[in-house]
């Protein structure tokens, strides 16, 4: 896939930049290109209808219903939906079966998102069918320019309730319409950078579940394999011992201050600056008034284990490596392991196993702010084998850790390349008016 994205970018290369160019609504485009709008290359526009949700008999049968909050997780192609209607529900509605090769496209919340069905299909109001007129406009080509006009959409958004547009307003949308046979090229190419964007995505949820189930296997049964023994947090291998944390480690709440922009004093994490793989974007950390004294009690150091101690994320952890100067917020708790009895990237990979979310959720229930304490957490069970061990467990985790992150930036860098020739192609900057692709 990738060899082929780099034969289409010599080929294109070759042909940047040619023909005259004519100034329009949307900006410069070839001269033989025109500006149409939805509605002129399409044989229909139309928004659906919910059946009344009171009335049993009309839900739950053969007929596949989109809702607005499937949209968003879709990808380019709608294949199925976890929702049903049956024929009584789309008769009393305005809801109506949209045919397969159409588009869909969000009118509320996610406005512009747009999807091709596969399947016949039934939508809700809050998106519209749109039935491409085949001797105008190629569907995956409309498709990629709906991508495209999100940046009009919102010069034309309704924000007064809810984020929407009117289908009146989705038909004005202005389209670029080069030939039939241009449209097929570029609709290639922009679909041949996405399937490679979609098998980055299964290589990396594969990657994710490998790890999971790793950390799920290591954490019980070792790397050997070894005879097992009944703890209070379940089974791990025999030779290991089953601790409180507090053995092995001592705990620190965060200093409390306001965080401020500009290059004032340190860095202050706090926990939304923390991403749910834990990861941290450190330019993106705002900094703190704080003496020097105080730097030196909260100063982050690598090997440091952070906890957020209330919210909705409650439990989140971080491991600190190679930050700036930095310290932490009240809302966060410092855990600081003993190195010479464990590793604390062991520790840190055990925040991620369902051993330790099942203490904390156990925790969380009945209080009132769902939040942790040091107290609590110096009682957290923890699966302990000899030292070395740890070390060669964290050692296999992490080396998941590294293909994820590759892998994750090889999306990155294929979603950039597709929003470059996605503008790209669609204003002509790039022609493939005459390349086979």
Known sequence: MQAKINEYGNTIQRTEGEGAFQGTEIGSIPQDWKVVRLGD??????????????????????????????????????????????????????????????????????????????????????MAGIIPNEQKVYTDFLYYALENSKKYLWT?????????????????????????????????????IQRAIEQQNKIIEAAKNLKKSLMQKLFTEGRYGEEQKETEIGFIP??????????????????????????????????????????????????????????????????????????????KTCMIQEAPKAVFGSYLIRILVDKEKCCPEYVYYFTNTSLYWSQINANKEGKLKKGVSASFLKTLIIPLPPL??????????????????????????????????????????????????
């Not at 007929?63 to 009584?88: G, Q, V």
């Not at 038909?171 to 290639?188: D, G, H, Y």
């Not at 705990?251 to 409390?256: E, H, I, R, V």
Request: aromatic share 6%.
């Open 41 to 126: 290359v399409c044989k229909k526009v139309k928004a659906g209808g919910t059946p009344s949700r009171g009335q049993e008999s009309y839900w739950n049968g053969d007929i596949p219903f989109l809702l607005i909050e499937d949209m968003s997780a879709t990808e380019k192609y709608l294949r199925h939906t976890k929702s049903s209607i049956t024929k009584k529900g789309l008769e009393n509605s305005s809801s109506w079966i949209v045919p397969p090769n159409s588009i869909i496209l969000s009118l509320y919340g996610t406005v512009g998102k747009a999807v091709i069905n596969e399947i016949p299909i039934s939508i809700t109001q809050n």
């Open 238 to 315: 025999k030779s290991w011992t089953a601790a409180p944390l507090e053995a092995n480690a001592e705990f620190q709440y965060g200093y409390t201050a306001t965080a401020v922009e500009g290059d004032i004093g340190p860095r202050f994490l706090r926990i939304t600056d923390i991403g749910d793989n834990g990861k941290i974007i450190w330019e993106k950390v705002p900094h703190c008034e704080i003496d020097e004294e105080e730097v030196q009690k909260y100063r982050l150091v690598d090997g440091d284990i952070l906890v957020a101690r209330i919210g909705a994320t409650t439990g």
């Open 156 to 192: 034309v958004i309704d924000i007064s309730v809810h984020k929407h547009i009117t289908t009146t307003k989705a038909k004005q949308i202005p389209i670029p319409l080069p030939s039939l046979p241009e449209q097929q090229r570029i609709a290639k190419v922009l679909g041949t």
């Open 388 to 437: 070395p061990e740890q070390q060669e467990i964290a050692r296999l985790l992490r080396s998941v850790d590294k293909k994820i992150d590759l892998e994750q930036r090889t999306k990155k860098t294929l979603q950039e390349l597709f929003k470059t020739m996605l503008h790209k192609l669609m204003t002509g900057e790039i022609r493939l008016k005459d390349v086979e692709v």
